[in-house]
């Protein structure tokens, strides 16, 4: 752990200047603040709510200096206070050492700091000047020794990072107020491009996305968070026959030496992003896709009323044959071709991004594949979305369904049953509404279109005759106290068994790795999860030059979450490719900082803020939606999109430390 000389954050204040080793006070979320990259000490961390000072030999009235300087950078040039205000307050701490009257200029310097913070109409202007108002109001003979004997040292050595809780709760990191930034200003190209900047399927994940970035949103302390997501589709929608000449080949600008070849497996949301990024980065790049079309799970798990396939989803896929790239369709790795053998043909990286499309079982007596009326919750959409939709193969689901589990998956199988024309659909979750991991938006859409929901209910058996399912043992169960994870314990009810007569039992109740993909001799490892063992940061596998990511690596997660570690998979593959090792990446340090002292970070909103309601995204009625598989949210209007983008509060957050070398 490092140890805090001096340090101030929000209202806590920390001085151990000449106290015993047992009098120092630290905290436990900085215990690992002691290096920045190997052999580089931290010596002083800086961000909006204050500082932490680990070493006394600094300069801190200097390096909260560089830091005013940084956010000037960063300002948008919107609102006079941070565009004018933070470059005068730099120049006066520049010049401080020159002055002779000390106490008048730090009056100056004070309230010009307290004018700024005060007025500045974004979080970007309203925190630049917190460490230095801490240092003012905690530490003045820090701040007075450095002035008088002219010990105010700029440019320390060190690193700086932007960001902003929506930033730092999105897995691919999008700077989501800059591309709000643009919509507000009509600019709805420059909008779309940033969130390109990370991966290619804006408009797709402007549809599906779970909102990380709305459940940090700071506007929920004000009314509703903004609608980040809406407001995504909202400019890919706008944008989408403008993108379409935005990718070719001519958009690489360093291309790679003809043998430099990366062999991508699975065209899934991880597969398609780390192909995106190495082609952008010059590399010539194939994707091997098991099925006869692009997008795993985006393509044959989320239902087409939540994802049009042909208008979104292939479209935003075809950019990567635009930039070049090959995907070999209808190529299972393990059964047409083997990692061995693409690295004999030259590949000289490989990234597998296989998914998790093998269903759970529920664990219950009377469960088996081979009986009619029994198929899990993956295979179930797969059926509907890709041999039924697209290739028009009938489905006889009968009258009455019963799907067990309470996630997303679980609720695009009961939606999607319905629009089967299943007449009764019922959901089974063991534990409450509170504890259902899906969606909210999700759980309210299944209710108003008709899903019968059986909470604290779990199953016990699948009742079958001659082959058939006909019923499903259930047994009501309670909760108890929390486990040590937090999370209530549940318990079943003596007595309390009754069965449910239904046609079709689907257990949508989690996924796995199929691994029959890789032979045991091929040299990829894995973990006691029976995912794939892959490296944290870099997500290298336990074979060299072998990368993996999405459900096969984090097991069954997010769309946005996939596209993320192909992101990071292909920076790594570019590390070693160009390198032959990691590179040091500042900004992910950064966030792995931030993350760990989540607990000091405050991020309450002490400004008053207008009310402006969350605008309303019409939908298909539930009793007409039910019966077809048309896309049921419809898009918003310009001027809805003005508005919402108008609630964003730009809470943009400067931090900074100085270091060793």
């Known amino acids: 752990m490092a140890k805090i000389v001096i340090g101030a954050w929000n209202e806590l204040k920390v001085d151990n200047r000449g106290k015993q080793f047992f009098e120092i006070e630290d905290f436990n979320e900085l215990v690992n603040f002691n290096e920045f990259d190997q052999g580089n000490r931290i010596k002083a961390f800086f961000g909006g709510r204050g500082f932490f000072v680990f070493d006394k030999d600094i300069s801190v009235l200097g390096a909260i200096s560089d830091y005013l300087k940084k956010s000037a ?13 933070l470059r005068i307050l730099t120049e006066k701490l520049d010049t401080i050492c020159d002055e002779n009257n000390y106490e008048q200029k730090i009056a100056q310097i004070r309230e010009l700091a307290e004018h700024i913070s005060l007025s500045s109409l974004c979080g970007l202007g309203q925190t630049a000047t917190v460490p230095l ?29 932007l960001t902003a809780p929506c930033i730092e709760e999105c897995p691919s990191k999008v700077d989501v107020p800059r591309y709000i930034d643009y919509i507000k200003d009509g600019k709805h190209t420059h909008s779309v491009g940033v969130v390109l900047q990370k991966y290619p399927m804006a408009a797709t994940c402007g549809r599906v996305c779970v909102r990380f970035c709305e459940m940090a949103c700071r ?25 379409e000449h935005w990718f070719s080949k001519d958009l690489i600008t360093d291309p790679k030496q003809d043998d430099l070849k990366v062999a991508v497996i699975g065209a899934g949301p991880s597969g398609i992003s780390a192909a995106y990024h190495l082609l952008l980065k010059g590399y010539r790049v194939e994707i091997f896709e098991a099925m006869t079309e692009p ?7 989320i239902p087409e009323y939540r994802l049009p396939k042909e208008e979104i989803l292939r479209k935003e896929i075809s950019i990567i044959e635009d930039l070049g790239g090959k995907i070999h369709y209808d190529q299972r790795m393990g059964r047409d071709f083997a990692l061995d053998i693409l690295i004999d043909k030259g590949f000289k990286s490989v990234f597998l991004g296989v998914g998790a499309h093998k269903g759970k079982e529920m664990g219950v007596p009377g469960e088996e594949n081979s009986i009619q009326g029994y198929i899990s919750g993956v295979k179930f959409l ?20 019963i799907v067990v589990g309470g996630g997303n998956v679980a609720m695009d199988c009961v939606r999607s049953a319905l629009r089967m024309g299943v007449k009764e659909v019922h959901l089974v979750y063991r534990r409450s509404r509170n504890e259902m991991p899906a969606d909210i938006e999700e759980i309210e859409a299944a209710e108003h279109e ?39 314990k549940v318990t079943p009810v003596d007595g ?33 999860w029976g995912l794939i063992d892959a490296d944290e940061q870099t997500l290298q596998t336990s074979r060299r030059g072998v990368f993996a990511g999405g459900d096969a690596v984090t097991g069954p997660a ?38 760990e002292m989540r607990e000091l970070q405050s991020e309450d909103v002490d400004k008053p803020i207008r009310h402006l309601y969350r605008v309303k995204v019409d939908e298909l009625d539930p009793e007409i939606r039910k019966r077809k598989f048309e896309e049921v949210e419809k898009p918003i209007s310009l001027e809805a999109a003005y508005h919402e983008a108008g609630r964003c509060m730009r809470c943009y957050r400067v931090y900074s430390v100085v270091t060793e070398k």
Not at 73 to 85: A, H, I, L, V
């Open 73 to 85: 950078c960063e300002s948008c040039g919107k609102c006079t206070p941070c565009r004018s205000g």
């Open 133 to 161: 108002l801490q240092l003012l109001d905690n530490f003045p003979d820090v701040v007075e020794k450095e002035v008088k004997s002219c010990a105010v040292v700029s440019n320390q050595p060190g690193h700086s990072y």
């Open 219 to 243: 506007r929920t302390q004000v009314d509703d968070a903004v609608g980040i997501k809406v407001l995504k589709r909202f400019v890919a929608d706008q944008e989408k026959y403008a993108t």
């Open 295 to 301: 997008g795993g799970m985006a393509a044959v798990g």
């Open 382 to 401: 797969l059926f509907i979305n890709h041999y039924h939709i697209n290739i028009g193969v009938d489905m006889d689901l009968g009258d009455k369904m």
């Open 450 to 488: 008709g899903v019968i929901f059986h909470y604290l209910t779990h199953p016990t058996k699948v009742i079958s005759e001659d082959g058939k399912v006909v019923g499903l043992e259930l047994i009501k169960m309670e909760l108890g106290k929390p486990d040590q994870n937090g999370r209530a």
């Open 496 to 528: 309390s068994e009754f069965t449910l007569e239904t046609d079709f039992v689907v257990p949508a109740i989690g996924q796995k790795v199929d691994h029959s993909f890789i032979s045991p001799d091929e040299g990829i490892e894995f973990n006691s």
């Open 558 to 595: 997010t769309l946005i979450e996939a596209m993320a570690q192909g992101h990071q998979a292909a920076e790594s593959i570019d590390d070693y490719l160009t390198y032959g090792r990691p590179r040091f990446h500042p900004e992910r340090r950064f966030q792995k900082l931030l993350k």
